[in-house]
């Protein structure tokens, strides 16, 4: 069974950092494609951050690049998202995605893509 579980979500003030994980099973994590994506409540989910580890490629939105890294470190099967300097506009549901390898040289930050997810850990940035 595929299995992805998020943590590290939380309150913070802008400007404050967060370090998100996201757990996964081993059958899940030999995938070679993971994300992160974000969503607030009546918007589309959006991609923030994936990483394919066949070439240690990352991918970014615009809209963080410099601020958060995505990681993964293989031993623990989790991966990671390192988040700074944290605006309110960052505030949303935050979900780690996967994907089988075939489907890495897709759009990485297309949620489309990816077909296990987990179930979301909330990030809210305040003033």
């Known amino acids: 069974q595929v299995q992805l579980v998020e943590s590290g979500g939380g309150s913070v003030q802008s400007g404050g950092s967060l370090r998100l994980s996201c757990a996964a099973s081993r059958y899940t994590y030999s995938r070679d494609c993971m994300a992160w994506f974000r969503q607030d409540p009546g918007k589309e989910r959006e991609g923030v951050a994936a990483?394919?580890?066949?070439?240690?490629?990352?991918s970014y939105a615009d809209s963080v690049k410099g601020r958060f890294t995505i990681s993964r470190d293989n031993a623990k099967n989790t991966l990671y998202l390192q988040m700074n300097s944290l605006k309110p506009e960052d505030t949303a549901m935050y979900y780690c995605a996967a994907r089988p390898a075939r489907r890495c040289s897709w759009d990485p930050l297309a949620a489309w893509g990816y077909n296990a997810w987990g179930q979301g850990t909330q990030v809210t940035v305040s003033n």
């Open positions: 990483i394919d580890d066949s070439d240690g490629s990352t």
